[in-house]
């Protein structure tokens, strides 16, 4: 499958971002490099007309890819994206809403683990794909830059 | 228009492939021939079809074996509760090349996973003492599997696996909660903070026979890097991450299989609106190797190279989408249906809703409308365990899960594998 990123500058540049360790939605970008020594991180630059985000991309070992929307005038980010293999860690990429995802899914009076699906005012949290092919997203909507929607986020 | 433009270049294709000695033919016979080291290559159909054998044998037409096991949709094993359209089979398993089997009942029929996976707490027989798989280093090998909202965890043991008339022989399978201390501590990685959704109760089911359209779990991921959540070593108490070759991972049992190892047929009736307490058919192994296995009218689903193709909904291409018959409803976005103020995830139309979406196969030429319903979770009574439901999912796919298969045959069929449709990966109904 071909991931497209649309607003973002195809000459994106590789760098090495050093951000803080395990912060994630709501905090800093995650460092993956820690836990995860395979892995390829590169940061997107958005363009002239989206300058008040930019888009982290991790790849990890497993080869899935982790995309975090970080909003430039607080370094915060906003949202989260991933695609790939193997589910990647949820705790290191949904910070403290993983408690969220916890005790929605604990809810179901009838069981079924195939699809998450949660849809708050302070957070939305979505998980899916079968094994080998996993993907899902997670944003935060009163966070989001000037102009910036859910579709955005790919 | 576009369907006949389409079902042009499908046959165009499917000739193609009947000309080719191909790589997936090849890859076929040689998988028939590591997978059962005992047996050799008597006939095509029990090497995946076609020639290219170097021994010039004389074709030999195998034994059929009973390659139909009875499948369930029921309210689950005991320990579960609020079970919902999750269809079961039994499942002997052995310790290899012994009589000491057992056979374990509710176990979850999947076509999103690959590979057996046992639940050990309460269900499995720790006599048999199965022997640990190892990895190229010697040491015992366990395994994290990473689901939408939680884990499993567990060992990676040897066993024969059996079903109907079938037998895959030494399939390393996941013996999930392992009491052995060497497994006994779930790594930081696996867990994450999420939920252990390794018991009877939170899976709704005594193990998951994952039959979709892989052989591996993993596949050449985990053969080339120690990805994390996946395959770990074990010694002393602890774990660390591991890579694995293709032969060591747990793995779809059909693909073993001396014969009728290129697929399976999921065979569920209809379901009535207002649900049904409980629904029975059949799981069919094999695809064009018996008589009860010979396709009818069904039309060719190719997938990609993750086992997805393209559902288009309301205008909308969602293009990781996918058959499962181990997901409990329809998934899919759709933010105009309102949510269940019960069943969380679940969609709760005021009344049944009829709904239509067109699947379109991975080279984008074969395509066909799906009709389906979705009813009221909340409005049936506890007591149903198979009824047109369905539920959100994220905004790249439509899962078609059980209710899809009510009222079909649904091949499914093994990535490399030769059928009479050409080769796997592909879904047909």
């Known amino acids: 499958m071909r991931i497209t990123v649309p607003f973002l500058l195809l000459s994106a540049y590789l760098s090495v971002y050093s951000g803080a360790a395990g912060a994630a939605l709501g905090g800093a970008p995650t460092d993956f490099g820690v836990k995860d020594s395979g892995r390829q991180v590169r940061v997107l630059a958005a363009d002239n007309s989206r300058s008040n985000f930019r888009v982290n991309e991790s790849t990890l070992s497993s080869g899935t890819v982790v995309r975090e929307y970080v909003a430039a005038a607080s370094g915060t980010v906003f949202a989260v994206s991933w695609t790939g293999p193997i589910m990647p860690d949820l705790q290191e990429v949904l910070g403290k809403h993983v408690a969220t995802l916890n005790a929605e899914t604990s809810k179901k009076p009838r069981a079924g683990n195939s699809q998450v699906s949660i849809n708050r005012p302070d957070i939305v949290i979505q998980s899916g794909g079968h094994m080998r092919a996993f993907e899902g997203r997670a944003w935060v909507a009163s966070e989001f830059p000037s102009g910036f929607t859910a579709d955005d986020i790919q | 228009m576009r369907f006949f433009a389409s079902l042009q270049l499908t046959l165009k294709h499917l000739f193609n492939y009947s000309l080719q000695p191909s790589a997936a033919r090849r890859a076929g016979i040689v998988r028939g021939v590591a997978a059962v080291s005992v047996v050799s290559c008597l006939a095509l159909a029990a090497c995946g079809g076609g020639g290219g054998s170097s021994t010039p044998t004389t074709p030999v037409t195998p034994v059929p074996v009973n390659n139909t096991a009875a499948m369930t949709v029921d309210s689950g094993p005991a320990a579960a509760s609020g079970v919902i359209n999750q269809p079961y089979v039994s499942v002997t398993i052995c310790a290899p090349g012994t009589s000491s089997c057992q056979t374990i009942d509710h176990i979850l029929v999947d076509t999103g996973s690959y590979g057996l996976r046992i639940i050990a707490p309460g269900i499995l027989d720790t006599s048999l003492a199965l022997p640990s798989v190892q990895n190229t280093a010697g040491i015992a090998v366990a395994e994290c599997v990473k689901f939408t909202s939680g884990y499993t965890w567990g060992s990676v043991r040897l ?78 108490l602890t774990c660390t991450g591991t890579s694995l070759p293709l032969a060591k991972q747990v793995s779809n049992p059909v693909a073993s299989f001396p014969q009728d190892n290129n697929g399976v047929i999921l065979v569920l009736p209809s379901v009535p609106a ?156």
Do not use: M
Not at chain 2, 193 to 200: I, K, R
Not at chain 2, 202 to 220: P, S
Not at chain 2, 367 to 380: P, Y
């Open chain 2, 159 to 236: 066993a024969d696996v059996k079903i109907a008339g079938e037998v895959a022989s030494s399939l390393p399978v996941n013996i999930v909660g392992d009491a052995s201390a060497v497994f006994s501590n779930t790594p930081a990685s696996c867990s994450s903070g999420l939920s252990n959704l390794g018991t009877v109760a939170n899976l709704g089911a005594n193990g998951i026979l994952g039959i979709g359209v892989f052989k591996e779990d993993c596949g050449n991921t985990c053969v080339n890097s120690a990805a994390a959540g996946a395959y770990y070593a074990c010694s002393g």
């Open chain 2, 274 to 429: 207002g649900g049904v307490n409980s629904t029975s058919g059949s799981l069919i192994f094999g695809i064009g190797t018996q008589t009860n296995n010979a396709f009818a009218s069904e039309t060719v689903y190719t997938t990609n190279t993750v086992g997805n193709f393209t559902t288009t909904y309301k205008g909308k291409a969602l293009t990781a989408s996918y058959l499962d018959s181990g997901s409990n409803g329809y998934y899919f976005p759709d933010s105009s249906i309102t949510l269940c103020g019960t069943s969380g995830g679940f969609y709760c139309p005021p009344a049944t809703l009829s709904l239509s979406a067109l699947n379109t196969d991975s080279k984008g030429v074969v395509s066909g409308t799906v009709n389906f319903n979705i009813e009221n979770v909340d409005n049936l009574p506890f007591s149903i365990s198979a009824a047109q439901v369905g539920g959100s999912a994220g905004g790249n796919t439509f899962d078609w899960g059980l209710p899809f298969f009510f009222g079909r045959r649904v091949f499914v069929a093994i990535e490399n594998s030769t059928t009479p449709k050409g080769p796997g990966p592909y879904w047909a109904y």
